[in-house]
């Protein structure tokens, strides 16, 4: 089955510490993208990635790291930097081109206790 | 900037129809999008508009009116599994900004 897999479902963390979000697909899409969603606000973008190698910042990027040595995986670091990372984190990706459909993994709940 | 606008909440009754609009001011347009998320899962592709228009697909419907800024996604015949936030998008000049969404629920 192909798709976007994302792990865990659920993630607590003390305050202070780093945590990394795992993507993966096989879909063979180029373009990857990670969006913070918070009750009541709209997605909104943190990072994405329109072919290996390469990244970009959202609009929300401080706080945040991620890689893109895999065309498969594109893992999100939350870093102790991030004033207030609980929130739910999906995972997105795309084949690329221009117009292209955005397809989302099932989400991480991240709660920093 | 990006400024998309959508009803935070709706409700209706099993069988009948909800239109949901969405208002939109975007630097670039390269079409718009909605989708549907049940709580706490991911979001799933309903609908794709670039063009003026109504572009329907079984149950659901969405119209798109470019030089008004302005969207709908139509549901028809409600069915209780309908309950969910939709959330329309839109696609500026390199990414794709989402509205706050808005949550329908179908009572019986």
């Known amino acids: 089955d192909g798709g976007i897999t994302q792990s865990p479902k659920y993630l607590f963390r003390k305050e202070g510490q780093n945590v990394t979000l795992s993507c993966e697909q096989n879909?063979?899409?180029?373009?990857m993208y990670w969006y913070r969603q918070d009750p009541g606000q709209g997605l909104r973008l943190i990072y994405y990635?329109?072919?290996?190698?390469?990244?970009q910042k959202g609009d929300i990027a401080e706080g945040y790291s991620v890689s893109r040595e895999k065309k498969e995986s594109f893992p999100l670091t939350v870093t102790s930097a991030q004033k207030n990372p609980t929130a739910f984190y999906l995972c997105?990706?795309?084949?690329?081109?221009?117009?292209?459909?955005?397809?989302f993994g099932p989400g991480t709940r991240l709660t920093v206790l | 900037g990006q400024n998309i606008d959508q009803p935070t909440e709706m409700t209706a009754t099993e069988g009948a129809i909800v239109q949901i609009n969405c208002t939109y001011q975007?630097?670039?347009?390269?079409?718009l999008f909605w989708y549907q998320q049940h709580a706490g899962e991911a979001p799933t592709f309903l609908s794709y508009n670039v063009l003026d228009g109504l572009e329907e697909k079984g149950r659901f419907s969405s119209f798109l009116s470019r030089s008004k800024g302005y969207s709908y996604l139509l549901l028809k015949e409600l069915q209780m599994k309908d309950s969910a936030s939709y959330l329309c998008?839109?696609?500026?000049?390199?990414?794709?900004?989402f509205g706050a969404g808005t949550t329908v629920t179908v009572r019986a």
């Open positions: 879909l063979n899409h180029d373009a």
């Open positions: 975007t630097s670039g347009f390269n079409g």
């Open positions: 990635s329109q072919i290996v190698n390469d990244f």
């Open positions: 997105a990706s795309s084949i690329g081109e221009g117009t292209d459909t955005q397809y």
């Open positions: 998008a839109v696609r500026g000049d390199y990414k794709l900004s």
